[in-house]
């Protein structure tokens, strides 16, 4: 395999730094994150005329039919440019629908008339599939990403005490916003009373294609925190290059900038770890579950982490509403908490590894 | 390749490596092995074909490693020749040079050691103090060095020296290879804190050295010595990342066997472990694709070096906790385990974050030449 982007991959990461420079500079950020829903419909379809809203769906389907490398370079620009609104909630649910075996509103969803969400979280706030416990659609789900725009909204609840997936229109249910630390995604409280929708797979076909819309968002939230991380450290090294006390810039002492060296270890190191899980997602290797896991582990620590020194190396200024590091500060929390934090994939990758490896398969004596 | 392994990989390595044996025997064994994998043109995978090597990729390198650590096998005995030095022979040295001396660092009939580091020079290398005066078609080599490992087997040394004292201290040095069997050459163990003597000091006493063992040009030496370095910390991991994997499972198997598999912070911890482990060795193939592209390994390669040293100082106090009391044991303990290798192992890995360059050294080259903060020293 070879481990850099392809001429092709760089043009469309290029092409995305570009764009969202252009189209969501920070000042939008700030504009589109006051509003209620954090959704700016204008820059929604600007994305669409891009083909950004259906990298992985099918060409045949109206998307472009590319791969998990290609997502990965896209959502580490969205990460850089802080771009607010439901592109990770909108691919989720998406990959559901299609790993659940359906077509039904992907070429809507690439040309962007149509937006969704995937609700997995319940009172229990555990995101293991097996936790999910509403019956049918009565009940709540809750700590749903930008379900307030969602035209569609992928259910995961029990049928007949199996899982299952329900396609559920977004105007027949109460959603009631959850006010976060994140400013540029909303999370809502979703309940159902007999919620108009459609059974989309159950059983085995439910859990497989829950999984893999997981995993397929996980990877490609790992790669928008990294683009977060190499944000931040910019902004930390731009301020200790040009900030001088004691008459000399503050980059210059180790204190700081050792400080400044690790979040670079932490930016790369994430990197690395978010474009294999990608990759192997995409070649279905057999590590990939665990690679999506480690990608998680690394980046939900390192993400914090690196918004940690990005305040601390920035001082006073870098704890004011004015700077934007605690915007990326606010997001990393939020990316680190959804789809499980370190924590929970490091029991995942427990599961996925270390109980596979039993005293038979292990090397040595 | 796999193939070859199955068949020539040796059966005893495995009960070898934990037992009673010499550092010098154990040695001679890993040099006759290198030598066999030398007969069937495995030496040097990278290397270029004219020099024994196979002319692969980095890549291909890596996957190679991989298999070797798949087979078990033992690893090749010319740590330094064939990770650093031969490496920088290939990119510094002369066509007679590269004749002369790579084809004997793949077959392991003579190994190599380093010296660069002295009492006052470490950190600050170029600061180092051992020095060459040139006479006739010979340089007399007078210094200390320090911090050398190997160089109770070495039969040949890259020594960085100074040839202009005259010169502001990163312009006045010279790389010269120099036999070690050379009169004036004194070598003397150093015990480190695990008890072993992997390294030494070296002393030079008017030691003769030829001028057509200069290595690059003479007064650029400190050129050469970096190039040598990028090499240390950008892809000499790429079988450290092999050894820790099968410590990992080796420390799995013994989390089972203790019962303690089962406990969540156990479970957490060995988890941590294993992203770790894969972090590095995804980063490793990403800097491998970029020195594919570029041909040297750059200032990047100090992440490397930070990453893997302070990786293994976490992984080795994990595996304490997980074998509590049992951890502790020495060599020689009837009841350690592994034969005493998790106290070795716990004691050597503090080492990890001094030896090729300090982690605070390493910050300095990514803060300054990576990130482009003004230089800290």
């Not at chain 2, 193939?3 to 010499?22: G, I, L, Y």
């Not at chain 2, 072993?196 to 400190?222: H, M, Q, Y």
Request: charged residues 25%.
């Amino acid at each position: 395999m070879q481990f850099g982007l392809s001429e092709s991959q760089q043009i469309l990461k290029n092409n995305a730094r570009k764009f969202f420079a252009a189209e969501c500079p920070v000042s939008e950020v700030r504009r589109i994150m006051e509003t209620e829903s954090a959704h700016d419909e204008k820059l929604w379809g600007r994305m669409a005329e891009q083909g950004f809203l259906g990298v992985l769906i099918p060409e045949e389907a109206g998307g472009m039919g590319l791969g998990m490398v290609e997502l990965a370079a896209l959502a580490e620009e969205m990460g850089r440019a802080l771009v607010p609104g439901p592109f990770l909630a909108t691919l989720a649910g998406a990959a559901a629908i299609e790993a659940a075996g359906s077509q039904k509103h992907l070429a809507q969803i690439a040309s962007g008339e149509i937006k969704t969400t995937l609700a997995l979280l319940e009172a229990s706030a555990s995101w293991d599939p097996d936790a999910v416990a509403m019956q049918g659609l009565i009940g709540e789900k809750m700590f749903v990403p930008d379900a307030g725009v969602a035209d569609v909204i992928v259910v995961a609840a029990r049928d007949r005490g199996e899982l299952a997936l329900y396609l559920v229109y977004g105007d027949s249910l109460q959603k009631t916003a959850m006010p976060a630390i994140d400013l540029t995604r909303r999370l809502y409280k979703l309940q159902f009373d007999n919620a108009r929708g459609e059974l989309l797979a159950r059983g085995e076909t439910a859990r497989k294609a829950l999984d893999r819309a997981v995993d397929i968002a996980t990877a490609a939230l790992c790669a928008e925190m990294t683009g977060g991380m190499q944000r931040v450290m910019e902004m930390a090294v731009e301020y200790a290059k040009t900030r001088k006390q004691f008459g000399k810039p503050i980059g210059q002492y180790q204190a700081v900038q050792h400080q400044c060296a690790d979040m670079l270890v932490w930016t790369e190191s994430s990197r690395s770890a978010a474009y294999y899980a990608a990759w192997a997602l995409d070649n279905h290797a057999p590590d990939a579950r665990a690679a999506v896991s480690v990608a998680k582990v690394y980046s939900s620590d390192a993400c914090r982490e690196v918004g940690n020194r990005g305040v601390q190396v920035q001082g006073g200024m870098g704890f004011t509403w004015e700077n934007d590091v605690h915007l990326y500060y606010r997001r990393a929390k939020s990316s680190e908490i959804a789809f499980g934090d370190a924590t929970f994939h490091r029991e995942r990758i427990a599961r996925l590894v270390i109980d596979q490896m039993n005293a038979r398969t292990a090397v040595g004596v | 390749m796999r193939a070859w392994f199955a068949a020539n990989v040796p059966k005893d390595w495995v009960q070898r490596r934990n037992a009673e044996e010499s550092m010098q025997a154990r040695f001679e064994y890993l040099r006759a092995w290198q030598r066999k994998m030398f007969d069937a043109g495995w030496a040097g995978v990278s290397w270029p074909k004219e020099y024994g090597g196979r002319g692969a990729t980095l890549m291909e390198q890596v996957i190679f490693i991989e298999e070797m650590a798949r087979a078990e096998a033992p690893p090749m005995a010319n740590v330094l020749g064939l990770g650093l030095i031969g490496p920088t022979i290939i990119a510094f040295g002369n066509d007679a040079q590269k004749k002369r001396y790579l084809p004997k660092i793949l077959s392991a009939e003579e190994i190599w050691c380093q010296g660069f580091s002295e009492p006052n020079a470490g950190s600050d290398l170029a600061a180092l103090s051992s020095e060459a005066k040139l006479g006739g078609d010979a340089f007399i080599v007078n210094g200390q060095k320090i911090w050398n490992s190997y160089g109770w087997a070495a039969d040949w040394c890259e020594l960085v020296v100074r040839t202009d004292p005259s010169v502001e201290k990163h312009k006045g040095l010279t790389v010269l290879l120099v036999d070690m069997k050379s009169a004036g050459v004194e070598v003397r163990p150093l015990k480190q804190m695990t008890g072993e003597s992997e390294f030494c000091e070296l002393f030079f006493r008017d030691v003769r050295v030829p001028t057509a063992n200069v290595i690059g040009k003479i007064n650029d030496g400190w050129r050469v010595a970096m190039g040598t370095l990028m090499h240390e910390r950008g892809t000499f991991g790429a079988g450290l990342q092999v050894n820790y994997r099968r410590n990992f499972n080796r420390l799995v198997e013994i989390a089972h066997r203790m019962n303690r598999a089962g406990d969540p912070l156990v479970r957490q911890k060995l988890a941590q472990a294993y992203t770790e482990i894969e972090v590095m060795r995804f980063n490793q193939m990403r800097a491998f694709s970029r020195i594919n592209e570029t041909g040297v390994p750059g200032p990047e390669g100090s992440i490397q070096k930070i990453f893997w040293s302070e990786l293994n100082q976490r992984f080795q106090q994990t595996a304490q906790e997980i074998m509590g009391a049992y951890g502790q044991l020495a060599h020689g303990a009837a009841d350690a385990i592994d034969e005493g290798q998790w106290e070795y192992g716990y004691l050597r890995s503090r080492g990890n974050t001094i030896e090729a360059g300090t982690s605070e050294i390493q910050r300095n080259i990514v803060g300054h030449f990576v990130l482009g903060l003004p230089k800290s020293y």
